[in-house]
């Protein structure tokens, strides 16, 4: 809280949750923030594993939906599951922490891989108490829920993303930027407004969203904005799409991907080769096209140097 870059002062009312990547490895931490006080879960304490913080994390939702319910509100709930604890993973080889393995104690898997099942299982259970919660009280149709991931399947924690084959047809898992690692399903759910069971081929980021809310809020988005409001998409209208979708990741050595219709090029280091794809024909990217359409690769490169704001944090070249 020291560093004065925390959800109360970047526009929320409250907050309740972690203020650090390393902390939020750990399912069972001795301490949440509530706001910018320590929230202490004496439960967790000497090794005890008695309050699992995203439990806590839908006890909140639900307490906020039933003392907003008046108001009009906006709600971010960031579950961390089914992120790993690597630090623990380490240690015992199984960095997937659960309270119990629930229906899938007696299957003949691992038991990270029970572990693992069982706390997205545990989500899904409480993300369906929000939605009922809502019905309940007379606020689905006035609510839009999205339900999306920050990133594809990760193997990290002692995980195997290839078990339950999480990534489908997809190439790639976390922190590649072929599909896997970066196309993820989003859900929205808004009660007689958005059609159920009805699918989208419309692809988006998350920096759409910004925009998106302020619409759907009836105010003006900030101006200088990448994202652009995809209200149309989700209520089934004709749908302005991206120009390009651009991504860097500068982990492993600074990848950078850009897609521009059915188009997409990669490139896993500034002077490594470049990849092209059609996902249209070629979703899981087993055919580089690079050579053979050498056009369509160099229109794309020029993005790879104009998409991109240069940052003494993420600099192209490292020092």
Do not use: C
């Not at 104690?105 to 069982?118: H, I, L, S, T, Y």
């Not at 808004?190 to 069971?197: D, Q």
């Not at 991907?257 to 990849?275: H, I, T």
């Amino acid at each position: 809280p020291e560093t004065g870059s925390v959800p109360n002062t970047r526009g929320f009312d409250e907050f309740f949750g972690y203020l650090n990547q390393a902390h939020a490895h750990n399912s069972f931490p001795e301490h949440l923030w509530e706001n910018q006080s320590e929230y202490l879960l004496r439960g967790n304490w000497f090794n005890q594993k008695k309050q699992f913080a995203p439990d806590l994390f839908s006890a909140r939702t639900l307490s906020f939906i039933e003392r907003q319910q008046r108001d009009p509100f906006f709600l971010y709930l960031a579950y961390t599951v089914p992120h790993a604890d690597n630090e623990l993973g380490l240690l015992q080889k199984n960095g997937i922490d659960a309270p119990d393995q629930g229906m899938y104690v007696r299957e003949d898997w691992p038991d990270v891989e029970k572990n693992f099942a069982a706390i997205i299982t545990r989500m899904d259970s409480d993300i369906g108490r929000i939605l009922q919660l809502l019905k309940r009280k007379g606020l689905d149709e006035n609510t839009l829920v999205i339900f999306s991931s920050d990133n594809g399947p990760h193997k990290e924690g002692g995980h195997d993303a290839g078990f339950f084959r999480s990534s489908g047809p997809l190439r790639g898992v976390k922190r590649d930027l072929y599909e896997g690692g970066i196309r993820v399903p989003a859900i929205a759910r808004w009660t007689k407004t958005i059609a159920p069971g009805k699918v989208s081929e419309f692809p988006w980021a998350f920096w759409d969203f910004l925009a998106t809310a302020a619409e759907l809020a009836g105010v003006r988005a900030p101006t200088g904005l990448d994202g652009i409001s995809i209200v149309p998409a989700l209520l089934g209208k004709e749908q302005r799409a991206h120009d390009y979708l651009y991504w860097e990741f500068f982990e492993r050595g600074f990848q950078q991907a850009v897609r521009q219709g059915d188009w997409k090029l990669v490139r896993q280091a500034p002077n490594f080769k470049l990849e092209l794809f059609n996902l249209r024909d070629d979703v899981g990217e087993t055919r580089d096209l690079a050579a053979t359409r050498a056009d369509v690769a160099a229109r794309l490169r020029k993005l790879f140097e104009s998409a991109r704001a240069e940052s003494k944090d993420f600099p192209t070249k490292p020092v």
